[in-house]
């Protein structure tokens, strides 16, 4: 996110300016050795000392109000876990490791903002301030090295190339690095979200030492273990959901892991790659509940969960109507076939542990003088136009407009331009596509695999009509992430006719994804069902491979 | 595994092997003239219900196949560019709506020659998105035009062709710049993802011939 724009219209979910311009900052150049030095020459040891006493007491604080709600699995639940989930997590795990490496340093949307978070939060204890404008000095220099400020959003412009270029940016990375500045002044558009990421990311950061590249290295790698989690939740979400046939799981689970886009945001600094794994989590929590019944353990987990989620980031909300109508059915459930009272203590216990940080959150937000519930609250402040021309907006932000509404998106096929085109290929920030007659060819494999998944479900449609509540679960949870996206979009229009239209945003559905696969793969039948997974799988991995060489092509090309 | 499952593996994977092969024997677009490169760039234009900004003066290279005008939005509507040279189109093209950066490269038929002193016209309509012209101050002789109105400076303008090396001919320079700007630098980066992405097929391949039995 750009320094000028970090604290612009509040939305919920935040991209960052696609648009926004800013000059590389020539004039820092001239200035910043003479300030670092004298800087340095002053630095505060009371100062220093104090910060990190400030540090501990807020992870305590933080350990202390996450220890509750820690899903912590024991030796012999993870051994329960079967093979081939693991399997797909180091697949995930590698393969965001290899993002990490082929995307230059920060050329992702909001990564700046995502570091600048950890920085405050690694270094004064304190969440970052939503009013200020102006990175730390240390990252407004390795930007400026980087060439952060030519590259972004202009794809004319590469990545630094030459040994000079290198060397100076050495230099300023030393210099940066011996700067006595605390914490980061702001953090753009991730200010406003809530710690739970940015807290895990202290460590990294604590660890790495160093330049900023250093630390971003170690926390983009962190980001990639989450990338694992996420492919291991999804694979179990299926076996729970689909256990027919077990050769399908691992084509769900192996796909999803292979994703680009996966792979592209889960390298990055980023509180998407812990939002993707603990909305994998939930959607699997909620399908074990399902099939074995609302246990006192199934309730904390989901409730666990769903703090986690709540404290990650703010598009987890969009999950919450969904969470909230599954352990309601549930309790249903549960109410029949054991005593009315533990069924429902069970849910109080679920819902009870689910928002206590919510309240703990607000309550820290109102201490420091940011509003109670963050962009949350500023949304809600910004509300605009009448509640039918905003479910309009919305609808017409994903699917074709219905007759006689007004048309929000002259001239543009939402579905296929924004969210479909933006799924197979959107990489840096988001200025880097494939060549046009890719996005052309693209609906060809991904109708064959819509026309299978659809044949499975035609074919199992007896099995669906006895799980309609657990699918209306999921399909409420769905609704309530795009819902969410397209009110923040709302808050922009029409000046800005789709501003949150990112494909990553989607991605908290990717266990949903995962089940589709594996459906198609099934739907293929039993003779050609393996052969149709295994061409999925490719067709992944095909894509992965192909996204990263656009991405090297791009920025070292 | 099965056998059809065996077969489509090994099928996939050596189909997936050409198309990158083919890839690299390709080449990139490259600049093949820029009307300009601003030391600090200007808005020459903003609008938020379309136009017909239209460059005069200007050189064609031959080959040009994608012409990259500097317009910003975040969802840009659908661009088209028309050039003329002495009354009658040279060559023309259409950019889809929904494309979001600074710069937005149109596709156009490939010119078989070069074409000088020709006006290219970039059209699109908006609605209510404001898209902005990047560009340079210029006097008005060089300036964009908007109808009849001059404006105070040129719109930026790249022509694109494809190279004359291939991907695979660049993978030295290539893999030394992947080595720049991060944390630890060097040549040798470059055997990371590679590596990591053999493990990963690898793994892949193994998982799906144990699973998938």
Same mark, same amino acid.
Request: aromatic share 8%.
């Given at each position: 996110?750009?320094?000028?724009?970090?604290?612009?219209? /509040?939305?919920?979910?935040?991209?960052?300016?696609?648009?926004?311009?800013?000059?590389?900052?020539?004039?820092?150049?001239?200035?910043?050795?003479?300030?670092?030095?004298?800087?340095?020459?002053?630095?505060?040891?009371?100062?220093?000392?104090?910060?990190?006493?400030?540090?501990?007491?807020?992870?305590?604080?933080?350990?202390?109000?996450?220890?509750?709600?820690?899903?912590?699995?024991?030796?012999?639940?993870?051994?329960?876990? /079967?093979?081939?989930?693991?399997?797909?997590?180091?697949?995930?795990?590698?393969?965001?490791?290899?993002?990490?490496?082929?995307?230059?340093?920060?050329?992702?949307?909001?990564? /700046?903002?995502?570091?600048?978070?950890?920085?405050?939060?690694?270094?004064?204890?304190?969440?970052?301030?939503?009013?200020?404008?102006?990175?730390?000095?240390?990252?407004?220099?390795?930007?400026?090295?980087?060439?952060?400020?030519?590259?972004?959003?202009?794809?004319?412009?590469?990545?630094?190339?030459?040994?000079?270029?290198?060397?100076?940016?050495?230099?300023?990375?030393?210099?940066?690095?011996?700067?006595?500045?605390?914490?980061?002044?702001?953090?753009?558009?991730?200010?406003?979200? /809530?710690?739970?990421?940015?807290?895990?990311?202290?460590?990294?950061?604590?660890?790495?030492?160093?330049?900023?590249?250093?630390?971003?290295?170690?926390?983009?790698?962190?980001?990639?273990?989450?990338?694992?989690?996420?492919?291991?939740?999804?694979?179990?979400?299926?076996?729970?959901?689909?256990?027919?046939?077990?050769?399908?799981?691992?084509?769900?689970?192996?796909?999803?892991?292979?994703?680009?886009?996966?792979?592209?945001?889960?390298?990055? &600094?980023?509180?998407?790659?812990?939002?993707?794994?603990?909305?994998?989590?939930?959607?699997?929590?909620?399908?074990?509940?399902?099939?074995?019944?609302?246990?006192?353990?199934?309730?904390?987990?989901?409730?666990?969960?769903?703090?986690?989620?709540?404290?990650?980031?703010?598009?987890?909300?969009?999950?919450?109507?969904?969470?909230?109508?599954?352990?309601?059915?549930?309790?249903?459930?549960?109410?029949?076939?054991?005593?009315?009272?533990?069924?429902?203590?069970?849910?109080?216990?679920?819902?009870? &542990?689910?928002?206590?940080?919510?309240?703990?959150?607000?309550?820290?937000?109102?201490?420091?003088?940011?509003?109670?519930?963050?962009?949350?609250?500023?949304?809600?402040?910004?509300?605009?136009?009448?509640?039918?021309?905003?479910?309009?907006?919305?609808?017409?932000?994903?699917?074709?407009?219905?007759?006689?509404?007004?048309?929000?998106?002259?001239?543009?096929?939402?579905?296929?331009?924004?969210?479909?085109?933006?799924?197979?290929?959107?990489?840096?920030?988001?200025?880097?596509?494939?060549?046009?007659?890719?996005?052309?060819?693209?609906?060809?494999?991904?109708?064959?695999?819509?026309?299978?998944?659809?044949?499975?479900?035609?074919?199992?449609?007896?099995?669906?009509?006895?799980?309609?509540?657990?699918?209306?679960?999921?399909?409420?949870?769905?609704?309530?992430?795009?819902?969410?996206?397209?009110?923040?979009?709302?808050?922009?229009?029409?000046?800005?006719?789709?501003?949150?239209?990112?494909?990553?945003?989607?991605?908290?559905?990717?266990?949903?994804?995962?089940?589709?696969?594996?459906?198609?793969?099934?739907?293929?039948?039993?003779?050609?069902?393996?052969?149709?997974?295994?061409?999925?799988?490719?067709?992944?991995?095909?894509?992965?491979?192909?996204?990263?060489?656009?991405?090297?092509?791009?920025?070292?090309? | 595994?099965?056998?059809?499952?065996?077969? +489509?593996?090994?099928?996939?994977?050596?189909?997936?092997?050409?198309?990158?092969?083919?890839?690299?024997? $390709?080449?990139?677009?490259?600049?093949?003239?820029?009307?300009?490169?601003?030391?600090?760039?200007?808005?020459?234009?903003?609008?938020?219900?379309?136009?017909?900004?239209?460059?005069?003066?200007?050189?064609?290279?031959? #080959?040009?196949?994608?012409?990259?005008?500097?317009?910003?939005? !975040?969802?840009?509507? $659908?661009?088209?560019?028309?050039?003329?040279?002495? #009354?009658?189109?040279?060559?023309?093209?259409?950019?889809?709506?929904?494309?979001?950066?600074?710069?937005?490269?149109?596709?156009?038929?490939?010119?078989?020659?070069?074409?000088?002193?020709?006006?290219?016209?970039?059209? !699109?309509?908006?609605?209510?998105?404001?898209?902005?012209? !990047?560009?340079?101050?210029?006097?008005? +002789?060089?300036?964009?035009?908007?109808?009849?109105?001059?404006?105070? #400076?040129?719109?930026?303008?790249?022509?694109?062709?494809?190279?004359?090396?291939?991907?695979?001919?660049?993978?030295?320079?290539?893999?030394?710049?992947? #080595?720049?700007?991060?944390?630890?630098?060097?040549?040798?980066?470059?055997?990371?993802?590679?590596?990591?992405? +053999?493990?990963?097929?690898?793994?892949?391949?193994?998982?799906?011939?144990?699973?998938?039995?």
């Amino acid at each position: 996110m750009s320094e000028d724009s970090g604290t612009r219209t /509040p939305a919920l979910v935040h991209a960052g300016t696609r648009a926004g311009r800013e000059d590389d900052d020539g004039s820092e150049r001239g200035t910043r050795g003479g300030d670092a030095r004298a800087l340095r020459r002053r630095a505060p040891v009371a100062e220093r000392s104090r910060s990190i006493r400030q540090r501990a007491s807020l992870r305590w604080a933080l350990a202390r109000s996450a220890a509750p709600l820690a899903w912590c699995p024991s030796a012999s639940m993870l051994r329960r876990i /079967p093979r081939a989930a693991w399997i797909c997590a180091l697949v995930a795990g590698l393969n965001a490791t290899c993002w990490s490496i082929v995307t230059p340093a920060f050329e992702i949307p909001d990564e /700046p903002d995502h570091y600048a978070y950890v920085k405050q939060l690694a270094e004064t204890g304190s969440l970052p301030s939503p009013n200020s404008t102006r990175f730390a000095k240390e990252e407004r220099i390795t930007l400026v090295g980087l060439r952060y400020y030519k590259v972004r959003q202009q794809p004319q412009h590469d990545a630094i190339g030459s040994r000079a270029e290198q060397n100076k940016l050495q230099e300023d990375l030393l210099l940066a690095s011996q700067a006595s500045e605390v914490g980061s002044p702001t953090a753009g558009v991730a200010a406003s979200q /809530p710690p739970l990421y940015y807290a895990l990311e202290t460590v990294p950061y604590d660890l790495a030492g160093g330049t900023v590249l250093d630390r971003l290295q170690l926390m983009r790698l962190m980001s990639a273990l989450m990338a694992g989690l996420t492919a291991m939740f999804v694979f179990l979400f299926i076996r729970e959901a689909l256990p027919r046939e077990p050769w399908a799981w691992t084509v769900g689970g192996l796909a999803v892991a292979l994703a680009p886009l996966l792979g592209f945001i889960s390298g990055a &600094v980023n509180p998407d790659s812990l939002l993707f794994a603990v909305s994998a989590a939930i959607f699997y929590a909620l399908a074990r509940a399902f099939r074995r019944g609302l246990s006192t353990g199934a309730a904390a987990s989901i409730g666990a969960l769903t703090a986690v989620g709540l404290l990650t980031k703010l598009n987890f909300i969009g999950l919450t109507p969904g969470i909230l109508l599954g352990l309601t059915v549930l309790t249903v459930r549960a109410a029949r076939s054991s005593p009315v009272r533990l069924a429902h203590r069970r849910l109080a216990l679920a819902v009870g &542990v689910a928002f206590s940080p919510v309240v703990v959150y607000a309550c820290i937000n109102a201490l420091s003088n940011h509003p109670p519930l963050g962009l949350v609250s500023g949304a809600l402040q910004t509300l605009h136009g009448s509640i039918f021309a905003e479910i309009n907006y919305i609808w017409q932000l994903y699917l074709p407009r219905l007759p006689g509404t007004f048309n929000d998106f002259p001239g543009l096929f939402t579905t296929k331009q924004l969210w479909f085109n933006g799924y197979v290929g959107l990489y840096g920030w988001l200025d880097t596509t494939f060549p046009g007659w890719v996005y052309s060819v693209a609906p060809i494999p991904a109708g064959t695999i819509a026309l299978l998944c659809g044949r499975a479900l035609f074919e199992s449609r007896a099995a669906l009509r006895s799980r309609a509540a657990e699918l209306a679960v999921y399909a409420v949870m769905a609704v309530g992430v795009m819902a969410l996206v397209g009110a923040a979009s709302y808050h922009g229009f029409p000046a800005v006719q789709a501003e949150f239209a990112e494909a990553r945003y989607m991605l908290p559905m990717l266990a949903l994804l995962g089940a589709a696969l594996a459906l198609a793969a099934r739907g293929a039948g039993p003779r050609w069902g393996r052969a149709a997974g295994t061409l999925i799988v490719i067709l992944f991995l095909s894509h992965d491979v192909f996204s990263q060489l656009l991405v090297v092509g791009r920025f070292y090309g | 595994m099965t056998q059809p499952a065996r077969i +489509a593996l090994v099928a996939g994977l050596a189909l997936l092997a050409v198309a990158v092969g083919l890839t690299l024997s $390709r080449s990139p677009m490259s600049i093949a003239r820029t009307n300009g490169t601003p030391l600090r760039e200007y808005r020459v234009a903003e609008t938020a219900q379309g136009a017909t900004y239209c460059q005069p003066h200007e050189l064609l290279p031959s #080959g040009t196949s994608a012409i990259r005008l500097s317009l910003s939005a !975040f969802t840009g509507p $659908r661009v088209r560019v028309v050039v003329s040279s002495g #009354g009658s189109t040279v060559t023309s093209g259409t950019r889809g709506s929904g494309w979001t950066s600074r710069v937005v490269a149109v596709p156009v038929k490939p010119l078989p020659r070069a074409v000088s002193n020709a006006t290219v016209c970039a059209s !699109f309509r908006t609605h209510h998105e404001t898209v902005t012209v !990047f560009g340079m101050r210029a006097p008005s +002789a060089l300036a964009t035009r908007q109808g009849r109105r001059t404006l105070q #400076g040129t719109m930026t303008i790249e022509y694109l062709r494809p190279g004359t090396r291939s991907w695979a001919s660049m993978a030295p320079s290539i893999a030394r710049r992947l #080595g720049l700007g991060r944390a630890s630098t060097g040549t040798w980066i470059v055997l990371l993802p590679l590596a990591l992405l +053999a493990v990963i097929a690898a793994a892949a391949s193994k998982l799906l011939l144990k699973e998938l039995s």
